[in-house]
């Protein structure tokens, strides 16, 4: 009985660890949406990517100016063309962070230093940006 219980609380302990570890990996590679209106004030090594579809940049929810845009499905052939940012910060945005999670992950294992801009032009428009 006491191998069961010290054979769970193991299993507990390493269990705590590595939802912590993971959360706090995924804590690092995103950004929301006022802390990247913030950064494109004063980052001038910030690039901004939007994964969407190109009808959803003339959606309602509109798009940022300036940004580059590579739909998420043409990302994995065309991350070469990000190599011209990889000493910059690269926020990824699409409609409300999930597409730009995966896109964002792909990035960074291209060693690109980018970040996800967690709910996306929802959240943007929500905060009247």
Not at 28 to 46: D, P, S
Not at 51 to 56: F, Q, Y
Not at 112 to 122: E, L, Q, S
Request: charged share 25%; aromatic share 6%.
């Amino acid at each position: 009985m006491k191998k069961i219980i010290t054979g769970g609380l193991i299993l507990l302990v390493v269990g705590l660890f590595s939802f912590y570890g993971y959360s706090q990996s995924e804590g690092n590679v995103n950004m929301t949406v006022n802390e990247l209106k913030e950064q494109m004030g004063k980052n001038k090594n910030l690039v901004i990517l939007d994964v969407r579809t190109k009808p959803e940049l003339i959606s309602e929810l509109g798009h940022i100016e300036g940004i580059i845009h590579i739909p998420v499905q043409e990302l994995g052939q065309r991350v070469k063309e990000l190599d011209q940012y990889k000493g910059k910060e690269i926020a990824v945005i699409c409609r409300s962070g999930n597409r730009s999670r995966g896109a964002t992950k792909l990035l960074i294992e291209n060693g690109h230093n980018a970040k996800n801009v967690t709910g996306g032009m929802i959240d943007w428009r929500r905060n009247g940006f």
